[in-house]
């Protein structure tokens, strides 16, 4: 409990001090909003108005509490760049509120490939023992990994949806529309995002495995007449998984926050995407909201694996 | 032992290698990110009217007999198309993807200023008149107008029953409210800058309205393409976008597009032919070259030259120029950019054609000053001012004579999403190296090159394209010394003062006499080096059939069908 205390309030305080950092870091950067907003055809009147209307004239500080305020009361904004109708921009929240469920249900597809995948592949690996599988492995794994994230993309883009013709390239169907569609076509995205990272999970493990074997307790157990089987799954797994869920976490807060590369590649109107666009059009209602949801995440994420840690090696909670 | 040893030095280099992939998908997402939805090239704006000038005569002498002329717009707009369209009524029907490169900045068609967003919205709404493909003015919601003898007032006879698409007939009373609304008279701030100068707009009868003036101004009618929307609905929160063009708005969603659907109670008949039109967002070329490829969308402008050619074969791939003025810009104001030997020496140092088959697959058109020779009666050709290849031993003389026979360096500013500037950069990067001068190009992001060079004014110099709206006057404009928009400080009296003489001109010929010497200043002076009207590679799938170009930056669907 007491722990659980001591986290919340660390997510409190990074909360805040990230979003002081974010707002700061865009009185900072070179870019007019309105200019961005109004380009260069607008009439001299015209920007006057929407400088008034978005209360740029105010004093940072002034804007920062105004901002803060709304927040907290739940009200996270409008955007400056994204209409809702002819006369009305698109709240934050609703907004952000579309995008992410694409951005969490890519995320959750991945993880689970990673998952189903790498584990199994790691175990079979380090279980072997056979030379040429040791060695093929170790190829393609070597090679999946170095493949950056875009051209993985554009491969899987090409083999899957131009060549073979599983998926219509850029034929994004809305989760609102068609649930199912949706999940299959997120499969490419996802299995474009998952095969580096299955093959950095396999070897992760594999190692971790290999350095477990050569311990002590492993002797112990085999020399208690334990099964190899039952030395492998049940002692040498287990706390071999302890750098992996690490590392997994990692993976999870990386896709949460959005996986700019591979939404741009496949046009998925997700996280990622919303924040680069935001940025570079300056769109700072959007932006900051979205720098305080990746803080969050990424603290949270964090916060289950330390969760899980104690669950795998409840000496942890001991101590 | 051995094995945990040899377990853990893989695990460094694991270790390592991920961080390394981190960083390379980090270093990525800033390099794709960037070429994705902040393309909205918001210094190249169409102010939408325009007018081909070969066939624009008939409406400036219409001006100036003070009677208009284009009895009704469906006879010019698609005369072809209602002949033929009882025999093949299976044109009707059927949705296409047409992919667009920028979001949506505004769904209010008064306050939109990106030309990404008027190329779409010119299916939603109309104005009083509107432009076709061959650069004329047809009359769209207006089906008759007069102008007076001095210029000064408008009169405007509405078309019989043309709907909203809420189905109300438009009223003498929506188009003063939208008129009043895009001039200022309604609350004080003008949204279109050409149309501040109206001083009343009066409800003659139910179906005339009159426009007064303060200036006159021939060049005016063109800004009576502002849409007209519903009397009230720029004040109505809730309200979605309502015109009267040949869609109507369905959908709107940040990121991925907009849907229209067809307007059945189009004031044109036997237009639009499709039931629906999608505009996707497509953020990346490499993404619409796939989706091309895919089938997924059926449409897509500003190809580049190697997307073309991939295209080409399985889609119809067309060639066709823009309104655009692509120049290196240069900062007449610094040093040594202020003196103009070693502005006309820069302007003879450039070879324009191999910068043409260099990055536009030699299709663009060459030009040596801000008009376009689309407008005909005011084009001049002044190509051999400073000739089209590069002229190094007289750019090296000029150099000698302002005193930088040992050259110097500059910096050239560009966004850096802008592929095809980027690449011009480095053209002249090299070429300028022949006559010393030592340039650099400075990737900018489109927010900040807003903000440093075109509104701070600091730089050197920048290669970006402005867009024409094929009045005459709107790129000559900004070149006034005093003008907001005068972003490289170009300085003349004597262009001032014949710039004011042209808006004043009422007869056409006077006019363009006056339009030709401003050309011939600008180019003299070497205000910037003009480069090209770069040309638009336009992909359609091959099942389409009827769009038509038009020479400015608008993408008509009303006329396009499904052949299959």
New interface residues.
């Given amino acids: 409990m007491k722990y659980l205390g001591k986290k919340t309030i660390t997510l409190i305080m990074t909360l805040f001090l990230v979003s002081v950092a974010a707002f700061l870091a865009f009185q900072i950067?070179?870019?007019?909003v309105v200019?961005?907003?109004?380009?260069?055809?607008?009439?001299?009147?015209?920007e006057?108005?929407l400088r008034e209307e978005l209360g740029l004239g105010d004093p940072p500080a002034v804007r920062y509490l105004n901002w803060m305020t709304g927040v907290l009361k739940g009200d996270l904004g409008v955007?400056y760049?994204?209409?809702k109708?002819?006369?009305?921009m698109?709240p934050v929240a609703e907004?952000i509120g579309?995008?992410l469920p694409v951005t969490l249900w890519l995320a959750a597809v991945s993880l689970a490939l990673i998952v189903l995948v790498s584990i199994p592949l790691g175990v079979l690996w380090v279980r072997s023992g056979s030379r040429v599988l040791d060695a093929a492995l170790g190829v393609i794994t070597?090679a999946t990994?170095?493949v950056?994230?875009?051209f993985l993309g554009?491969l899987v883009?090409?083999v899957f949806?131009?060549i073979l013709k599983f998926f219509?390239?850029?034929?994004?169907i809305s989760y609102q529309e068609d649930f199912s569609g949706f999940l299959g076509y997120l499969l490419f995205p996802a299995l474009s995002i998952a095969l580096?990272k299955i093959a950095?999970t396999a070897?992760?493990l594999r190692?971790?495995m290999?350095?477990e074997?050569?311990t002590d307790y492993v002797r112990t157990a085999y020399s208690k007449g334990c099964t190899k089987r039952r030395v492998m799954y049940v002692h040498v797994l287990r706390n071999a998984m302890m750098p992996v869920v690490t590392f997994l976490g990692m993976i999870v807060a990386?896709i949460v926050a959005g996986s700019?590369?591979i939404e741009?590649?496949f046009?998925l109107?997700g996280i990622?995407?919303?924040l680069?666009?935001a940025i570079?059009?300056?769109d700072f209602p959007v932006v900051q909201i979205l720098i305080l949801y990746i803080t969050f995440v990424v603290i949270f994420v964090y916060f289950l694996v330390d969760i899980l840690y104690r669950v795998i090696d409840p000496r942890i909670s001991g101590k | 032992m051995k094995r945990c040893f040899h377990g853990k030095k893989s695990l460094c280099v694991l270790l390592v290698t991920a961080l390394l992939a981190m960083a390379v998908l980090g270093g990525c997402a800033d390099g794709t990110g960037e070429s994705s939805e902040d393309n909205s090239s918001k210094e190249s704006t169409v102010e939408s009217t325009q007018t081909d000038s070969a066939e624009s005569g008939e409406t400036t002498g219409a001006d100036a007999s003070g009677e208009s002329t284009e009895p009704e717009g469906s006879e010019s707009g698609s005369a072809e198309d209602a002949a033929s369209g009882q025999e093949t009524g299976d044109r009707y029907g059927g949705s296409i993807v047409v992919g667009v490169q920028q979001d949506i900045d505004s769904l209010d068609p008064h306050k939109a200023t990106a030309a990404g967003t008027k190329e779409i919205i010119f299916n939603i709404f109309e104005g009083l008149v509107k432009p076709d493909e061959n650069g004329n003015l047809i009359n769209a919601v207006a089906s008759d107008y007069t102008i007076s003898e001095d210029g000064l007032v408008y009169t405007f006879t509405l078309r019989d029953n043309v709907k909203f698409h809420n189905g109300n007939v438009v009223t003498a009373e929506d188009v003063k409210y939208s008129l009043e609304r895009v001039s200022g008279l309604l609350d004080g701030t003008p949204l279109i800058s050409t149309l501040s100068t109206i001083k009343s707009v009066d409800i003659l009868d139910e179906k005339t309205v009159q426009v007064t003036v303060e200036n006159a101004n021939t060049e005016l009618i063109y800004s009576f393409v502002a849409a007209i929307i519903p009397a009230g609905s720029g004040e109505d929160e809730t309200a979605d976008p309502i015109g009267t063009g040949p869609f109507s708005f369905v959908s709107y969603k940040p990121q991925q597009g907009i849907v229209l659907a067809k307007n059945p109670d189009y004031w044109q008949e036997g237009l639009p032919y499709l039931d629906q039109v999608e505009f996707k967002i497509i953020n990346s070329a490499d993404t619409a070259l796939l989706e091309l490829q895919g089938g997924t969308i059926d449409f897509y402008a500003y190809l580049t030259d190697s997307q073309a050619q991939a295209l080409q074969g399985s889609h119809q791939v067309i060639s066709s120029p823009t309104n655009m003025v692509q120049a290196l810009f240069l900062n007449n104001a610094v040093e040594p950019l202020n003196d103009v030997r070693v502005r006309q020496a820069i302007s003879y140092a450039l070879d324009k054609e191999s910068i043409n088959d260099f990055v536009g697959g030699g299709n663009g058109t060459l030009l040596s000053s801000a008009m376009l020779p689309t407008l005909k009666e005011y084009y001049v050709d002044l190509n051999d001012t400073y000739g089209t290849t590069a002229n190094v031993e007289k750019a090296k003389e000029l150099m000698a004579d302002a005193g930088y026979a040992d050259g110097f360096d500059m910096e050239i500013a560009i966004v850096s999403t802008y592929e095809f500037h980027m690449q011009t950069g480095e053209v002249i990067v090299e070429q300028l190296k022949e006559i010393g001068i030592n340039a650099t190009i400075k990737g900018m992001e489109n927010s900040s090159w807003l903000d440093e060079v075109y509104n701070g004014r600091q730089f050197d110099a920048t290669i970006t394209a402005l867009t024409c709206d094929m009045t005459p006057g709107y790129l000559m404009n900004r070149f006034q010394t005093e003008s907001s928009k005068n972003f490289i400080n170009f300085q003349s009296a004597e262009y001032d003062e014949i710039y004011a003489k042209a808006q004043a001109a009422l007869d056409p010929d006077e006019k363009a006499g006056y339009y030709k010497e401003l050309q011939k200043i600008l180019c003299d002076q070497a205000g910037s080096v003009f480069i090209q009207a770069p040309a638009n590679q336009t992909a359609i799938s091959s099942k389409l059939e009827g769009y038509k170009f038009y020479p400015v930056y608008v993408q008509d669907m009303s006329t396009v069908y499904i052949t299959e």
Wanted: charged share 20%; net charge negative.
């Fill in positions: 950067i070179p870019g007019d200019m961005s907003i109004l380009g260069t055809e607008a009439t001299p009147e015209r006057e108005q955007s760049r994204y209409s109708n002819m006369n009305e698109m907004l579309d995008k070597q990994m170095a950056p994230s875009f554009i883009t090409f949806g131009i219509a390239p850029g034929g994004y580096p950095m070897r992760f190692n971790s290999l350095t074997v050569g990386e700019i590369v741009q590649v046009s109107p990622g995407r919303l680069i666009s570079s059009t300056r």
